[in-house]
């Protein structure tokens, strides 16, 4: 692992990212990464009342450590519900409202947007986004993005999350892919291809649920190859995404992916006049949750 | 029935609108419907090579008169591939390109757009279009809306279809429901009430796949009881879609439509700046497949 600047070193501890269908444990011993795993053990695979077997089993691997965890493992359907915090969220608001659901163990909060107009949540995204800042790897002030099923677009200011808004951009692919009409014409790969392209232009000039439709209007009448459907389709729904986010020209995003979305995103973001700057995602989760051990009280 | 203003009568026939999952047989004499029945026989229900038999039982129960179809029946999984004529369509332009499957049966093609930039297909929506003009239900110049899976919006210049975009609103309320992480939350009944005129105004502020996560996060949150995001998520597609197509101020739109879909079209239209006309889409068809009929060579 690199060393993270900005970040205090500290004792060692296990730390968890834990998900709805995978979690990932580190043992972290000043700032690095010394024992990792990555299972499927997502928390809808651990049986009810069955956390505190699994979350022991962990520490045994791993040495007997406080552990700190994260992601969905702290929603309603987690072990332990470790509630919200209001934007805007610094890192500091984030380690003093840690939950303990037993006894060296602490579950990082959620992050809210909660207002008379808007609402929105994230769980497990705000370590990575307050660890991006916090390791010197995106500015205090800036946009982040982690591009996924609920995709977050992050307005850090000062080092804190000061606003962020979530996309269904993944969910809806899948859906469509899965169940639409259109489903099966979107068999094909995705990628920064030619057709993705084609799909973030167009959604600059149609509606969605039009130019959703016109994905099946196309075949019908053979003006488009069954195998560039799915990149066409990804390329309206990531660069709609883009679109509704880049409000300046030369607006830099700092994108926190890596492979098929990353270079996804990074074309959207640049057709859509923005400027994509890559940030190293398991890098910023490793120094979010080591500065917030740092700050538990 | 209601006489035709401006409909030639014309030899008894049998018109069938013939739908995918539907199946309407009407027996109009002089323009009026003498005789009528609906099942559920679609194509989809209808045997391979089982139309002729199908056909010739429909006419032995209405007198054995000459048949004129539209709808799916004339779809490349329908009994006959009808084709499509390029808008601008005028009525006369689709009755000059009927099919014939065999003799005394007629098939209305449907109606393209296929220029550089746009493709777009309706298959049977035509029939209503050009017989709401052509009964004087609608102007010469006018923006017609039909409604459903895959709704209709039509651009009549001269009487004839100039222009049209099909959006997937009624296919996206269905997909969500069933599919999605939100559709847990869609369980309430939907109407025309505070919950949906929500959802249309909320949905000029935010792009579409943010705005329906958060109805996720309004539900995690406790800001909006489960009851009432059906009617919200209606609003947000139902909204969006007359945003998209109303873009002055007073704009006429005349709705081809009943009941509900009435209801909830002339509530999204009027909040969204433009007036609905309710027209008797049965009457359309009616009107339409009648004039049709009367310009066959």
Redesign the interface.
């Known amino acids: 692992m690199r060393s993270l600047r900005g970040v205090l070193v500290s004792a060692p501890f296990i730390a968890v990212d834990w998900g709805t269908t995978n979690r990932r444990a580190y043992r972290i011993e000043q700032g690095e990464v010394v024992q990792t795993e990555r299972d499927d053990m997502g928390i809808l695979s651990v049986p009810a009342g069955g956390f505190p077997a699994e979350v022991a089993a962990l520490r045994a691997r791993f040495g007997g450590l406080p552990v700190v965890m994260a992601g969905m493992v702290g929603s309603n359907r987690g072990w332990h519900d470790a509630g ?1 915090i209001a934007c805007s969220a610094t890192i500091e608001a984030v380690a003093a409202a840690m939950a303990h659901p037993e006894h060296g163990v602490a579950i990082v909060p959620g992050v ?3 207002t008379p ?5 994230m769980r497990g995204e705000e370590v990575q986004l307050l660890g991006a800042v916090a390791a010197g790897l995106a500015p205090a002030d800036a946009l982040l993005c982690q591009p996924g099923t ?1 995709n977050k677009w992050a307005v850090m200011k000062d080092g804190a999350i000061a606003d962020f ?5 993944g ?2 692919f899948a ?2 892919k ?5 489903g099966s014409e979107m068999a094909g790969e995705v990628d920064a291809d030619a057709s993705f392209r084609e799909g973030v232009e167009a959604c600059a ?1 149609a ?4 130019a ?3 994905v ?3 075949s ?2 053979g ?1 488009r190859a069954p195998g560039e459907a799915a990149g066409y389709v990804s390329g309206l ?1 990531i660069g ?2 883009c679109r ?1 986010r880049i409000t300046q020209p030369g607006q830099v995003v700092h994108l926190l992916a890596d492979g098929l979305l990353a270079r996804l995103y990074t074309a959207a973001i640049t057709i859509a006049g923005g400027q994509a700057v890559v940030v190293d995602s398991h890098a910023s989760f490793v120094a979010g949750i080591t500065r917030i051990r740092n700050l538990m009280p």
Chains 1, 2 share one sequence.
């Open positions: 919200y809210c947007v909660d107009t808007r609402a929105d949540v609920h808004t979530t996309a269904m951009t969910e809806m859906l469509l899965a169940h639409a009409l259109i000039d509606d969605l649920l039009a959703l439709f016109g099946r209007a196309a019908v009448l003006k729904l709609g995404d509704a």
